[in-house]
């Protein structure tokens, strides 16, 4: 990318060992993220571009003399974040704190809308899926390096659990995927506010038993007539932007929670008043999406969830200009890149 709606497809160097505790993966499946479009809409214009892509799954190529528990042949889940595995925030299950770690497609390390990929400390970061599993499990695997991590995410900050009301405030990947861990985790009642036709049905199908179009104040009256006037135990606030949040606020009923994990475009939180008032928790941020494969896992290899549904499109990699295009017209929910 090298500016706001300017994607490019380029040959680049390979990319190869550097650090010894480094891997290579060779892409089978990538895609493009609801928050690679705010650098698509916002990005200033570079010489150097950048090279994009946080979401992966592949199979090891290389590896670094140091790498112990990755071997060439794996086939891996690739988190956004990389992650030493060691130190006191890895410990506690917050790989994206990582004192060693970073985000990949970042200015310091190559993204993975591409061929192959360097991972840096491979050890800590990538997820050796030993099972088989065949082609048709190949997108919902992929969910689990962002979108279905991060809606579960939203959802245990949120403190989703049986028999509680929830409500999803967005329908991108990442809220359609929160809808799935909500009725994993055993929300009864789950209410997805938005207001585009193809990801509502998929919300339903996912498990969703209302849905909120309106927006603003209409909203936050829609969603208390659901409630019988009380709000949602949990909500999962999965855009980002101010009115989403306040929204997301609004709606919470005394004591209750919000789990953010919309990439948030303002410096501060609206919603300060009645969060005070209601004694509404908010909380959440970027998800530490490599503590929870291993609990997502076995539910996709088993099929009793299919977040890879949420694909709806699958390009070559001369289609990622027009795949973030189509995502940014709200044509697509999100799209797969088969390299
Ligand atoms: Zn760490």
Redesign the pocket.
């Known amino acids: 990318m090298y500016g706001a709606g300017d994607v490019r497809i380029e040959n680049v160097p390979d990319p190869k060992i550097i650090e010894p505790t480094d891997a290579v993966i060779r892409v089978s499946r990538a895609c493009v993220c609801g928050s690679d479009l705010w650098p698509y809409q916002k990005m200033e214009r570079s010489d150097r571009g950048r090279v994009m892509g946080h979401e992966a799954i592949g199979v090891v190529e290389d590896v670094g003399a140091d790498v112990r528990m990755i071997k060439r042949g794996d086939f891996v889940i690739m988190p956004f974040a990389f ?9 506690d299950g917050l ?1 994206t ?5 970073g985000f990949f497609g970042s200015t310091e390390v190559a993204g993975a809308q591409a061929e192959a990929v360097r991972i840096p ?1 491979a050890d ?1 970061t990538l997820f050796p899926v030993r099972a088989h599993a065949d082609d048709a499990l190949m997108p919902s695997l992929l969910t689990l390096s962002d979108v279905m991590g991060t809606g579960h995410h939203a959802a245990v900050i949120a403190r989703v659990t049986p028999g509680k009301s929830v409500a999803v405030v967005g329908d991108g990947a990442v809220g359609l995927c929160g809808v799935i861990a909500a009725k994993r985790l055993g929300a009864e009642q789950i209410i997805i506010l938005g207001r585009h036709a193809d990801r509502i049905a998929l919300a339903k199908d996912f498990g969703a038993t209302d849905v909120v179009s309106e927006r603003g104040d209409a909203a936050v009256e829609r969603v208390r007539e659901l409630t019988r006037d009380e709000g949602v135990h949990s909500v999962l606030e999965c855009v980002g932007l101010e009115q989403a949040m306040h929204t997301a606020i609004s709606i919470a009923r005394p004591g209750g929670a919000v789990g953010r994990v919309g990439v948030p475009q303002e410096q501060t939180i609206p919603g300060s008043e009645p969060a005070f008032y209601n004694n509404v928790m908010v909380g959440g941020g970027v998800a530490p999406v490599r503590a929870y494969i291993k609990e997502l896992l076995p539910d996709i290899l088993e099929g009793t969830i299919q977040p890879g549904r949420v694909f709806d499109r699958n390009v070559g990699l001369d289609g990622v200009p027009d795949g973030y295009r189509a995502m940014n017209d709200r044509e697509s929910i999100k799209v797969m890149v088969t390299p």
């Open positions: 992650s030493d595995g060691t130190c006191a925030f890895c410990h790989q704190s990582c004192l060693h770690g400390l800590g």
